[in-house]
């Protein structure tokens, strides 16, 4: 059994900022990768971030300069800047591992955090 717990999400106005954070913990071999991903209503999740397990990280374009990625071992952080309205979303942690038990690594979601940006 692997666990999340997201916490972070919340009302701010546009140009504020916010942190998410993602513990996860459980019967847990190895994590590679560990990404932040949102999904508006209506529209596809959408990869915001990622951090791999030697700190490389990568952005999509639309939050690069104002979101940074960060981890300390099976948690991964999310620090949100200058934020906009089309920032609203439900940011999902996710994390590639392997379960202690299971040869193949596969990707683990959180449950989903709510961020609202208002004008």
């Known amino acids: 059994q692997v666990y999340f717990v997201e916490s972070g999400g919340g009302l701010v106005q546009s140009g504020g900022s916010l942190r998410l954070s993602c513990d996860v913990s459980?019967?847990?071999?190895?994590?590679?990768?560990m990404a932040w991903y949102r999904q508006a209503v209506g529209k596809p999740r959408d990869l915001v971030a990622t951090?791999?397990?030697?700190?490389n990280t990568n952005y999509a374009d639309f939050v690069k300069g104002r979101f940074t990625i960060s981890r300390d071992g099976n948690s991964v952080y999310l620090q949100m800047n200058a934020l906009k309205p089309e920032d609203t979303a439900v940011y999902y942690c996710n994390a590639y591992l392997r379960e202690i038990g299971i040869y193949r690594a596969k990707d683990y979601w959180g449950q989903g955090t709510q961020v609202t940006v208002s004008s």
């Open positions: 951090i791999t397990s030697g700190s």
């Open positions: 459980g019967s847990i071999f190895s994590i590679n990768r």
